[in-house]
């Protein structure tokens, strides 16, 4: 795989960008400010980030032009969602420095191979078993004795391909249902709360973690970060502790968000590592000295660190679907410019579906729960005006 000597300095380089969401949307942002042209090859999919970008190749990630035209374009590479075909990575990997590297975005894009990962290095995980057909789901269910989740091993996020179990399903008619050919049976975890921790890992192997956010869901999608995390400060350390290790395993370089579970006991379990900037690391945009996506580009380009300090308290509020009155028409913003020290940003999606993500809004204050109040007071007041 190429490597960079030294380090590529921004004006004389193009950073391809392997997915055109809202997270290649906000990289090539940054991007623009630090003076680098972007190349976003977008897999043929609706691409937020297509307005924003220097080049567009709109195409499917199997296409052998797009992917020629990708490796002469971009001087280094890197990705915004981990669901890329690992052939199209490594063909792009012999000819263009690609950080992450393949090997670690396959890990992180599959959950038998992430578990197993774990469990090899040591890393607190919670108990599994991999099954391929009903026997295998059958015997790992008798094993456990419990409550579960069994998963799809590929391409889950957002907590798509995922059934919760009680332990006494018919593993025959789950698994007919079940819709994919091999899967990971989790036993369910109790927990207080759940966290996560952004860290960046260097060309020169040195690794910087902002703050633990505190993150919570609304049907297994990211409602809101607080951070700092209500959480001891010794189980903040130990959060950054593990986040390190896992970056060092992987031998990473970029940057990446690793979510844990905090049980009642105090004990931190890896639930599951994205190999790329990530939801909870929004808030860093408004409320740290180096934003995440800053923070990419300088790992991925060969640059120092960024300082990851957390200068303000903030909550950061996902701004979902539901929230729209109609697919087209967005809440009334007022309100949230009314507040002086919230911040909007959108993605440029022209259509609310559902729970789709259409932006986000940091609220800074003076301490965390003031901010989530004022966070919940303007999502409470979005859903009513929705009719929702």
């Not at 957002?158 to 009680?166: A, N, R, T, Y």
């Not at 950054?240 to 031998?251: G, Y």
């Not at 931190?268 to 000295?289: K, Q």
Request: charged share 25%.
């Amino acid at each position: 795989m190429p490597t960079s000597p030294v380090p590529i300095h921004p004006p004389h380089c193009v950073i391809g960008v392997i997915g055109g969401g809202q997270l290649g949307r906000m990289l090539a942002l940054a991007a623009r400010r630090m003076g680098v042209r972007t190349a976003i090859w977008t897999g043929g999919l609706e691409a937020p980030a297509v307005e924003v970008a220097d080049e567009v190749i709109d195409l499917p990630f199997d296409d052998p032009q797009a992917l020629e035209h990708f490796r002469q374009v971009a001087t280094v590479a890197t990705v915004e969602f981990e669901n890329i075909p690992h052939e199209t990575l490594r063909a792009v990997a012999a000819h263009v420095p690609l950080h992450p590297s393949p090997h670690a975005i396959s890990i992180c894009q599959n959950r038998e191979r992430e578990k197993n990962f774990l469990l090899s290095h040591g890393i607190p995980c919670t108990w599994f078993r991999v099954v391929s057909n009903a026997e295998e789901l059958a015997a790992a269910l008798a094993e456990l004795k419990g409550p579960g989740v069994l998963k799809t091993a590929d391409f889950g996020y957002d907590g798509h391909g995922q059934v919760k179990l009680e332990g006494h399903e018919n593993a025959a008619e789950i698994w007919k249902n079940f819709g994919a050919p091999r899967g990971v049976l989790e036993a369910w975890v109790p927990f207080e709360r759940e966290i996560s921790v952004m860290v960046a890992r260097g060309a020169d192997g040195r690794c910087v973690c902002y703050d633990p956010a505190e993150n919570r869901h609304r049907s297994h999608i990211l409602d809101v970060s607080i951070v700092p995390a209500r959480i001891p400060a010794e189980v903040a350390e130990r959060a950054t502790a593990i986040a390190t290790r896992v970056a060092e395993a992987l031998d990473y370089r970029g940057i990446m968000g690793v979510e844990f579970f905090l049980k009642a006991d105090g004990s931190l379990i890896v639930n599951e590592m994205a190999p790329r900037p990530h939801n909870s690391g929004h808030h860093t945009l408004d409320a740290c000295e180096t934003s995440q996506f800053e923070q990419q580009l300088r790992m991925v380009l060969g640059l120092p660190a960024g300082s990851t300090r957390l200068h303000t308290p903030v909550a950061m509020l996902n701004l979902l679907g539901d929230l729209w009155p109609e697919e087209t028409t967005p809440p009334d913003w007022t309100p949230l410019f009314e507040d002086g020290r919230a911040f909007l940003h959108l993605y440029g999606k022209r259509h609310a579906r559902g729970r789709r993500k259409m932006g986000h809004a940091n609220l800074l204050g003076p301490d965390v729960e003031d901010a989530l109040a004022r966070a919940e007071t303007l999502k409470a007041r979005w859903l009513k005006d929705a009719g929702r």
